[in-house]
């Protein structure tokens, strides 16, 4: 069984930084590609960030580029979210997301096989 577990959200100040956490279990880690959605209130649940297999490859929505770093660790089946600089519009809950066939990084979200329940980020102005 797949499980996808996030953590490291929180209530942080315009600015701040926080760094989100999502370990993976029951599939094999370093084959999958890895990402971040976020779904505001009222909104759609929406591409943030993804990363290869290997970490080597990268990809960001623009509203988070140059803010925000993607990265993992194989060895802890663990990939990270690194959120510097945030603001107010930040403010969502962040999902990780597992794509275990991908040829390339991709921002689709019904690419994505397996999904964690989310953790809550928000930011005060």
Not at 98 to 124: F, K, P
Request: hydrophobic fraction near 35%.
């Amino acid at each position: 069984q797949v499980q996808l577990v996030e953590s490291g959200g929180g209530l942080v100040q315009a600015g701040g930084s926080l760094r989100l956490s999502c370990t993976a279990s029951g599939l094999t880690f370093n084959s999958a590609y890895m990402a971040w959605f976020c779904q505001a209130p009222g909104k759609e649940r929406e591409f943030v960030a993804a990363i290869s297999r290997t970490g080597g490859t990268t990809h960001y929505a623009d509203s988070v580029r140059g803010r925000f770093t993607i990265s993992r660790d194989n060895a802890k089946n663990t990939v990270y979210l690194q959120m510097n600089s945030l603001k107010p519009p930040d403010t969502a809950v962040y999902y990780c997301a597992a794509e275990l066939d991908a040829l390339q990084v991709t921002t689709i979200m019904a690419r994505y096989d397996y999904w964690g329940q989310g953790t809550q980020v928000t930011v005060s102005s």
